[in-house]
T-cell receptor, first 115, second 113 residues
Framework: NAGVIQTPRHKVTGKGQEATLWCEPI?????VFWYRQTIVQGLEFLTY????????DSGMPKERFSAQMPNQSHSTLKIQSTQPQDSAVYLC?????????????FGPGTRLTVL | GDSVTQKQGQVTLSEDDFLFINCTYS??????LLWYVQYLGQGPQLLLK?????NKGISRGFEATYDKGTTSFHLQKASVQESDSAVYFC????????????FGKGTKLSVKS
């Protein structure tokens, strides 16, 4: 079991460019979550999918951020027109079931730096 | 909305010292409370969880307790080791169809040998 895989591990973009982050959940897990981690804000929920369907995107900035899960083996988080304040570690997590036991397995994260 | 307050930003201890980290929470339902640990360069990993049914969890020498009356939960360890140095997060999840985690700000534990 390779765990949750996130690529790339590091990404540097210029202001105004697009960034796409990839997540491969653990095989067989039905729920996929995206979080953002910064020194100032800590760990913040962005969005999650259950059986590939979007369930809750209440943490997503309404502009420029979007997430998709086109199949059960990967999810993407896309940030359009990146801004310096988007710099953060973006974490993907998956869990066996959305309705408990609530153990979310996190990937190592993608560190996004916007210059 | 849900919130978790974790005031201890940094704790420095010596090996064999006692560890105690406290969190308080606010939510409109009966949550499951969790402790995650994050080592440098890795994502958080679940350390312990506590539900309103059991009030306590134990794993790897760590113990988590929960006080519904004061809406607080604690993480403690009797004797820390250098290898316990990491960032510890408390979190809550409502459960049911609401599976997202709400995290505290984290406590960075440094253990000196």
């Amino acid at each position: 079991n390779a765990g949750v895989i996130q690529t790339p591990r590091h990404k540097v973009t210029g202001k105004g460019q697009e960034a796409t982050l990839w997540c491969e959940p653990i095989s067989g897990h039905s729920a996929v979550f995206w979080y953002r981690q910064t020194i100032v804000q800590g760990l913040e929920f962005l969005t999650y999918f259950r059986n590939q369907a979007p369930i809750d995107d209440s943490g997503m900035p309404k502009e420029r951020f979007s997430a998709q899960m086109p199949n059960q083996s990967h999810s993407t988080l896309k940030i359009q027109s990146t801004q310096p304040q988007d710099s953060a570690v973006y974490l993907c997590a998956s869990s066996l079931d959305w309705n408990g036991p609530y153990e979310q397995y996190f990937g190592p994260g993608t560190r996004l730096t916007v210059l | 909305g849900d919130s978790v307050t974790q005031k201890q930003g940094q704790v420095t201890l010596s090996e064999d010292d006692f560890l105690f980290i406290n969190c308080t929470y606010s939510t409109t339902t009966y949550p499951t409370l969790l402790w995650y640990v994050q080592y440098l360069g890795q994502g958080p990993q679940l350390l312990l969880k506590v539900t309103t049914a059991n009030n306590k969890g134990i794993s790897r020498g760590f113990e988590a307790t929960y006080d519904k009356g004061t809406t607080s939960f604690h993480l403690q360890k009797a004797s820390v080791q250098e290898s316990d140095s990491a960032v510890y997060f408390c979190a809550l999840v409502r459960g049911g169809s609401n599976a997202k985690l709400t995290f505290g700000k984290g406590t960075k534990l440094s253990v000196k040998s």
